[in-house]
């Protein structure tokens, strides 16, 4: 069964130091989400792509978040300088969404951050 | 502003009986609700969903029931089950177009042998 893949797995790194999250979506999805859970909450969306393209990028703290889909396949998080408030789990998920409507969306097992 | 909320943080249910999860929402736009599966150390699973056009939605042991002019939905598990166990969370988004889903903030549910 296909799976949307993410790495790493957990991260712990200092606060002001940057790191990278990466996601593989479900071969043949075109819109990737990144969402972020603070623990005790629901998911919150940070990013979505429709293929290569940002459509809601509303709730990215762009002045420390960046994220990129080039090819319109896989994609990269990035945080630079990380925040003790950063601490979360970043969640990957996809969706065919080439019908129009809404499609389920595939979640990855998440990255866990912490920062200290 | 909490558009979608769980109001229960937990709850704990005898294995075989009824497991009952609500959430409620505020956003009129909402026209589709999904719940999701959680396990420690890994992402949400997709477990059903339900249209506004429909007030029941049943899959196996699982059933979502949607009172539109309430703006309420629950799901329903019956019989629960050990493996049952996990945190659910509710969602809701819009049907027309790739929308984010809304989450609640879930509910951990235990289910006793």
């Known amino acids: 069964e296909a799976e949307v893949a993410q790495s790493p797995r957990y991260k712990i790194t200092e606060k002001s130091q940057a790191v990278a999250f990466w996601c593989d979506p479900i071969?043949?999805?075109?819109?990737l989400y990144w969402y972020r859970q603070i623990l005790g909450q629901g998911p919150e969306l940070l990013v979505q792509?429709?293929?290569?393209?940002?459509?809601?990028d509303s709730q990215l703290p762009k002045d420390r978040f960046s994220a990129e889909r080039l090819k319109g396949v896989d994609s990269t998080l990035k945080i630079q300088p990380a925040e003790l408030g950063d601490s979360a789990m970043y969640l990957c998920a996809s969706s065919f969404e080439r019908t129009g409507l809404q499609e389920t969306q595939y979640f990855g097992p998440g990255t866990r951050l912490l920062v200290l | 502003d909490q558009q979608v909320k769980q109001n229960s943080p937990s709850l704990s249910v005898q294995e075989g009986r009824i497991s009952i999860l609500n959430c409620d929402y505020t956003n009129s736009m909402f026209d589709y609700f999904l719940w999701y599966k959680k396990y420690p150390a890994e992402g949400p699973t997709f477990l059903i969903s339900?249209?506004?056009?429909?007030d029941k939605n049943e899959d196996g042991r699982f059933t979502v029931f949607l009172n539109k002019s309430a703006k309420h939905l629950s799901l329903h598990i019956v019989p629960s089950q050990p493996g049952d166990s996990a945190v659910y969370f509710c969602a809701a988004t819009r049907v027309q177009g790739a929308q984010k889903l809304v989450f609640g903030q879930g509910t951990r549910l235990t289910i006793n042998p």
């Open positions: 792509f429709q293929d290569e393209s940002v459509v809601d």
């Open positions: 339900i249209s506004s056009i429909k």
């Open positions: 071969s043949g999805h075109a819109t």
